[in-house]
């Protein structure tokens, strides 16, 4: 089925990255993480029975953590790397790389390492490690996700606009009205929308481009239970096809449905780049639907809901983590990139076998070029 296809296709997700693992200096690692460390593993739990809709998990929320103040102090500080090798595809990739952003003030460029979890995920992956996971990139890094890689699924039989469908033009009908059925073992129709998730760190980045409405708060990245209504800001295409209050019942990516609230619009030709990539490629939020990457606060109810969760979390905690050393430092060499590479390497590798998970980074950072590209 076209869906369950797509399921294992990010159940798999390998990211390629450069250059074999060396250890190259020493660093502290916290063996007590310094948040509170969700330690239940369900995995050998019977789910067909159970009923979660009552339960208040409110309890389990960290929105009180502050990671503002990160200084970065348990990352090691720059280190002489004698005889550093630079194999002969890196050194091409960098000096590309290199290329790529010259002709950018690197006082409004920002550059980051994408962390990705390696291990790929199953039944047996505990959601538990992959959400501690994510908590502490967010306590030890300023972390940021903003995800257009997968889709929402409109649940209803779609007569919109191709202009919304999340596919190159002229293949519109392998995603519009895609009868199938989902996770929850009936048939109903799907179609893929343009749709971008966004962590609760990228929230200031869109602050300007709101045209009606609000931007997404920081309370609006809990979903405390199944049935929470998660808020949604529409590209400014969706003006006069909706309105602000209306709910949209949408799928993630197997067919759960969310219920979204249309809090908000976006200016006409508001962009946000795409931070999966090295190269600079823009995100068109004209006929795109942004929802918050939220916390999914509420256990399992069932094996097709953990599988989902599974899944969800996977791709939630692979990110990108804010390279503190400036611009200049990181580009003013192949060497110097790759002593900052190994070193950030390092210590995510470290921070993922904590938890039990395999993790690792990019070799090529992913450039974020701050500026008002709202009309």
């Not at 720059?78 to 090798?85: A, C, F, T, Y």
């Not at 291990?119 to 257009?148: C, E, H, P, R, W």
């Not at 795409?274 to 916390?295: E, G, H, K, R, W």
Request: charged residues 20%.
């Amino acid at each position: 089925m076209f869906i369950k296809k797509l399921i294992l296709l990010f159940s798999t997700l390998f990211l390629y990255a450069c250059n074999t693992y060396e250890n190259v200096f020493e660093y502290p690692i916290q063996e007590t993480l310094e948040y509170t460390i969700m330690s239940n593993d369900y995995s050998s739990n019977d789910y067909s029975s159970n009923d979660y809709s009552s339960n208040d998990y409110s309890s389990n929320d960290y929105s009180s953590n502050d990671y503002s103040s990160n200084d970065y102090s348990e990352i090691p500080s720059n280190s002489d790397i004698e005889h550093l090798e630079i194999d002969e595809n890196s050194l091409l990739n960098i000096n590309w790389f290199f290329d790529e952003i010259r002709d950018y003030n690197s006082e409004n460029l920002k550059l980051f390492f994408n962390v990705f979890h390696d291990g790929g995920v199953n039944s047996d992956t505990s959601i538990y490690a992959l959400k501690n996971m994510y908590q502490a990139l967010n306590y030890y890094f300023d972390y940021i996700a903003v995800n257009d890689s997968f889709s929402l699924y409109y649940l209803s039989y779609f007569t919109g606009d191709d202009m919304f469908l999340n596919v190159p033009e002229g293949f519109e009908h392998t995603v519009r009205n895609i009868w199938d059925e989902n996770m929850r073992g009936f048939y109903e129709y799907f179609t893929s929308l343009k749709s971008v998730f966004i962590s609760r760190t990228a929230i200031p980045y869109f602050e300007d481009m709101i045209y009606i409405g609000r931007n997404f708060s920081h309370e609006d990245f809990y979903k405390n239970t199944y049935d929470d209504v998660m808020p949604a800001i529409l590209g400014y295409e969706y003006i006069g096809i909706y309105e602000i209050g209306d709910i949209l019942v949408l799928g993630i990516f197997n067919g759960f449905p969310v219920n979204f609230e249309v809090i908000g619009f976006f200016e006409e030709g508001a962009t946000f780049q795409q931070m999966n990539s090295p190269i600079f490629y823009n995100i068109y939020l004209d006929t795109y639907i942004a929802v918050p990457f939220f916390y999914i606060m509420y256990e399992p109810f069932s094996h097709e809901n953990l599988s989902f969760q599974i899944v969800y979390h996977h791709i939630k905690a692979s990110g990108n983590i804010f390279i503190r050393e400036s611009v200049d430092t990181v580009t003013s060499s192949p060497e110097s990139l790759m002593s900052i590479f190994y070193r950030y390497r390092a210590f995510v590798q470290e921070l993922g076998e904590l938890h039990g998970l395999l993790y690792d980074i990019t070799l090529l950072p992913i450039p974020l070029y701050i500026e008002n590209n709202s009309n």
